[in-house]
């Protein structure tokens, strides 16, 4: 289980945001699905920036801080500063966008729950270690 | 007492608790995931991928909160 589970994690949420929010259109109003289109766009921004992070900070090779420090500098003010913008504009409605926000989080864990059932590299880690032991 | 004046008392309460927590998660999963590299740093990428998804569920409790203090703000002023 690679970094390219989190690219795939990426791109399954934005291509089924996409999906639901043609249904919101169709069946709600354009503005309940923007809403859910800009909750799920806030998570995934959310994501990429910790995955950024995490990338260069916690790493067994060098890490280069620089890069670590501009997307700090980026994430906070793009999430935190756009967010109270999106939700003091009142245009959207909250449910809509927290709906969107946590789409990525079921997606995340029916992928990993998807690995443990099936067997996949979820457990390569622990297996190979505990034939090692025995 | 008026709930305008408790919502101001209680609000940033609220969203300062949240940030503990949040705060006190994402340090000890850094700081397990720092321990588990340098011990086995094979396994780097694995840990590193752990890593990123318990932060972004940490962290999006902790937008959970802010985006309740943006509408609740809104109710005081």
């Given amino acids: ?134 | 007492m008026d709930y305008k004046f408790a919502l101001a008392l209680s609000l940033p309460i609220a969203i300062g608790l949240a940030a503990i927590g949040s705060g006190f998660g994402l340090g000890r999963a850094v700081g397990q995931a720092m321990e588990a590299i340098g011990r086995q740093p094979e396994a780097a990428a694995k840990i590193q991928v752990a890593m990123i998804i318990g932060s972004a569920f940490i962290e999006a409790l902790t937008i959970y909160a802010l985006v309740a203090f943006f509408i609740l703000m809104g109710k005081i002023g």
């Fill in chain 1, 1 to 134: 289980m690679g970094l390219e589970f989190i690219t795939r994690i990426i791109k399954t949420t934005a291509a089924l945001a996409l999906i639901v929010a043609l249904y919101l259109t169709m069946y709600y109003s354009g503005r309940v699905a923007l809403g859910f289109l800009i909750g799920a766009a806030w998570s995934l921004t959310n994501l990429y920036f910790i995955k950024g992070m995490v990338t260069e900070l916690i790493t067994p090779n060098e890490t280069r801080k620089d890069v670590a420090i501009v997307l700090g500098f980026i994430k906070f003010p793009v999430l935190y500063v756009g967010g109270y913008l999106v939700v003091a504009s009142g245009y959207f409605s909250v449910c809509s966008l927290l709906a969107g926000f946590s789409l990525i989080f079921p997606i995340a864990l029916l992928k990993v729950l998807g690995r443990v059932i099936l067997r996949m590299d979820v457990f390569g880690f622990e297996k190979k270690h505990a034939e090692g032991a025995h």
